[in-house]
């Protein structure tokens, strides 16, 4: 089974290239994102919103368009290993979970899912190749909807420089920025160098 | 000025190909990674945490191999444009912001990034140029210190299953997962197709 256009082995190739290893959980992921593509209108343009931050997004981001950084792909780290495409517009699409259940015929996926054997006990070897024999018969597919305050595209208001720390920052945060606000996740800030090479003590 | 080891149009072509169109934010985000690194010993394995969500994460995938999956990087959207790459041991690293007084030289960028005109009177060429001319004078650097609680490691617990959505998740989360508990981002979840093609409707 191909994953969108890769063969397996190139699919593993990029997640080593991207993700710094052939991590078990952005490979299954990529079966999981090939999956939900099945069940989708061909040619469609598809938000993603991702429930873990492990793993799994830099699945969406190898195969899909969405990024990070573009806000087509959205973390909402609930816990669980899971994804949904959706038309932003009126929030139907499929979401591709790992269904434990169909776990059962798979002991080294199980073993890893569930952390049931420490990392150096694992079988890297086993696990890649129950991983590659088992392909999206592992997950579940569901329709869904996401719900409409979730689609909804905040207003992009207008921005203004905080005045504690003189960067620009959207004034709807308050009178300074939220990072002058909770002060996280710095300890300690000094010695600016206003561009490459020249020293500023002068600011805070 | 070199992108890393891209030259200013290769590395705008990669910004095409990962972040869909050749976003201004990801490429003065090109400019900023490749300022932090100088200041920064060679060779060394560094972690980010990016101040914003919107493009500038999609500089740091790019550029270094810190990604959202592989958590590398970290995104806390406190709404500055801004970035600082670290020592994930002792937490010293530099952080790279845009600095707004240095913006007045450069009409064009000072427009989008105030959002001084619409999209549609932005003259995105004048933009790119006033980008790869201004490279990162824009930029001020700090030396920073992450603090500590922010550096720990999390520790990954046990894992269960949900007794209401039968998916697994961290038992840290409490009874039920954190999506049953909360129920974002579903309107409504419904049809389970257990693997490809198998419809299921028996499970809620």
């Known amino acids: 089974m191909n994953i969108r256009s890769y063969t397996f082995e190139e699919y593993v190739d990029r997640v080593k290239s991207f993700h710094g290893f052939a991590a078990p959980g952005v490979v299954i992921g990529g079966f999981m994102v090939e999956l939900a ?91 890649m190749e129950q991983i590659r024999k088992s392909g999206a018969s592992i997950c579940a597919i569901q329709k869904v909807r996401i719900a409409p305050d979730f689609l909804e595209r905040k207003r992009r208001g207008k921005i203004g420089v905080c005045p504690e720390c003189e960067e620009a920052y959207p004034l709807a945060d308050g009178l300074v920025c939220l990072g002058c606000a909770v002060k996280i996740p710095y300890a300690d800030r000094r010695g600016i160098l206003r561009s490459v090479g020249a020293v500023d003590e002068g600011r805070p």
Chains 1, 2 share one sequence.
């Open 37 to 127: 593509y099945q069940h989708l209108p061909e040619g469609g343009l598809f938000n993603v919103v991702c429930e873990t931050a492990k793993c799994l997004p830099d699945a969406i981001q190898l195969l899909t368009p969405c990024t990070t950084g573009n806000g087509w792909l959205r973390v909402i780290n609930i816990g669980r290993f899971a994804l949904s495409l959706y038309d932003k517009s009126g929030g139907e699409g499929v979401r591709v979970s790992l269904d434990p259940a169909l776990l059962e015929a798979w002991p080294e996926i199980k073993n890893w899912f569930f952390r049931l054997k420490p990392k150096r006990e694992q079988d890297h070897g086993l696990l």
